[in-house]
């Protein structure tokens, strides 16, 4: 009776108001680049204070839930995750709106979102004691190797470019020591620049890795950003139902690693949708079809991110150990409001802690109706704008989510710098997807490595503390085969077809000049890695042994894979009928000029911004991108409507900032 007493609590009108505000909102600053959950959490959490505990709980709750599942509208609409826990939902939402599926890609992500919160949030009210204790059985070796088990997915996402892939990890696993080390307190590759002493900002960097490729791409053509939607009256609800109780168990399988990560302090819901991503890959009998649009690679990493809410909150209420910044904020207010966290708040507490978690699960319910319609008209009004409105509007997203992390300008150029390099590795086969795993999963993995390499060397015994534990023994034989299981399938494949007789025309080959022939681009790349690599190690010999460790080993991989790169790339056949480096998607009529342009307006919004002023500067390149793109000379209702839109859209997010959001902004000039 007592349980029914805290659902009836958690039921009432405002509570019920709460979590469904809660959840709108979450759902709109998490679907904006750069606006995290963290964010979310942080700005809306003084609200909380006039509130009763339980009603102010259930709201930041579903702020939380909803910001997490929002990260997946721009990541399927812009190919840029509203938050890190969506990097995977990119893979294969993008390319499902590219085609036209956007609307269905969404409903599928809100229905695998809502089924992933309801498995974590359940497993917190009927397992949270139990489960704490998975938490604490996880040392510093298991840590890293979860890490390292994060980033095989390359293996997934890079079958037949594994080299290229694991060349990019290095390089992002090199990013993400930048600055003061996470064991040691080393100052590292700086360059005696204040600015990077607080390493490379990871929000910002996943913008820029993914965001702005795509947006110097799209001033280059007049093709839609993403296909209208093909079929008129579709009903996406109904198609996306059959599909996911088509792939229920591949939903579930998620939901539980989902649940599971996200009781590990630190992991997270990027951890866990790129381990669920990688075992939905591996589990399905057309492995092919990932990163291509495969609906069953969206529930995954959806149901994944979204289950490590309720299971972040596990270890925040049973131990006091935050799994996720959100929970550590969480876990603030909850202090301020006088509940004592502990194994014994479930039963001196109890009311306010179960009628939380009833309300955190009405939330992630309400989330199913408020996703779905909000879903509804993001798709129609993103390939219905035009590309003159919408590039700019993009790129002015990014600016601001990268600038609002720390109100620092230097972010913004970070961005753009790391953007414009990962549309020219991407032309060569370097995907960004992991550069981003080494940088998200970097300082876990350094601190796990480093940890462990200290206990062991301290004990006599560093290989036992590396690989003689149980658990991360299991954890390596997964990240093995994860591994190995595209290598071996691709070479069984090739093998068949050589005894089948299956010999590829002078035309195949022609169609993949990166791949089957050599490309003096990518021996430049590989030598300029190897310089990077022997560079990043020379730098070492003046740190510590505590902070030289991890890069200097990253660094030796990173020599050693750009060397095997240039050898592969040197015993391929030289080819002179196509120029090393285009592609043969290259889009017929894209105009590099314009691409230069967009570069160059990027670039001078990120350097003019602290000077300027937000507003000016910002209404400035908003206008130059919109020029940019314009094909067609315009009339003059035209430019009108696109100064006006120019101003509405710029101020308008300047005043939420400035005054909504309280974000300090930059004192320029101007404003």
Known sequence: MEMLTYLFEALTPLNLLLALAGVVAGTVIGSMPGLSATMAVAVLVPFTYTMSPASGLIMLGAIYTGAIY??????????TPGTPS??????????????????????????????????????????????????????????FWLAVFGLTLISALSVGNTTKG???ACSGLLLSVVGVAVVGGDIRYTFNSQALLGGIDITSAIIGLYCIPVLIDLVATRDPHIAPQPVKH????????????????????SSVIGTIVGILPGAGGSIAGLVSYTEARRASRHPERFGKGEPDGLIAT?????????????????????????????????LVQGIKIGPTLFTTQGDIVYTFIY??????LLMLPAGLLLGRYAFKSISRTPKTLLVPTIAFLTVIGSF????????????????????????????PSPIVLGLVLGQIAEQGFVQTYLIGNAQGAIVEMFFGRPISLAIIICAALTLLYPLIGEHLKRRKDSKAGVERDITAAAAQPLT???????????????????????????????????????ATLLVVLSAILAVQQLRRPRRQTLIAGTTASEAPGASNIRRLVTVIVLGAWALLLPVLGFFVSSWLAFVALTAATTFEWPDKKEIIVNLISSVAIVGGFYLLMSRVLLIRMPDGLFF
């Open 234 to 253: 579709r009903s996406y609800l109904t198609e996306a139902v059959r599909i996911a109780l088509r792939g229920k168990f591949n939903m579930l399988r």
């Open 404 to 431: 609002a992390i720390h109100s620092n300008s230097h972010d913004t150029l970070t961005m753009c710098i790391l953007g414009v390099l990962a549309w020219v590795l991407n032309r060569y086969g370097f995907a």
């Open 302 to 334: 959806e149901s994944a991110n979204n289950a490590t809410v309720g299971g972040g909150f596990i270890p925040t209420l049973v131990l006091g150990i935050p799994g996720t910044p959100p929970d550590a904020i969480i876990l603030g207010a909850l």
């Open 70 to 79: 929002g990260g997946a509208f721009s990541a399927i609409l812009v190919n």
């Open 359 to 364: 309300g955190l699960l009405i939330a992630t």
């Open 86 to 143: 969506a990097i995977a939902t990119t893979f294969d939402g993008f390319p499902m709106a590219k085609r036209g599926d956007g609307a269905l890609a969404i409903t599928l992500a809100t229905i695998a979102s809502v089924v992933g919160g309801l498995v974590g949030g359940i497993s917190l009210l009927l397992l949270a004691p139990p489960l704490a204790e998975v938490a604490l059985a996880f040392g510093p070796a298991e840590y």
């Open 516 to 554: 089957t022939c050599r490309s003096s681009a990518v021996i430049g790349f590989a030598a300029l890695f190897i310089a990077t690599g022997v560079g990043a190690y020379v730098e070492t010999q003046d740190m510590s042994a505590m902070g030289a460790v991890f890069p200097g080993t990253i």
């Open 166 to 168: 694991l060349i990019g």
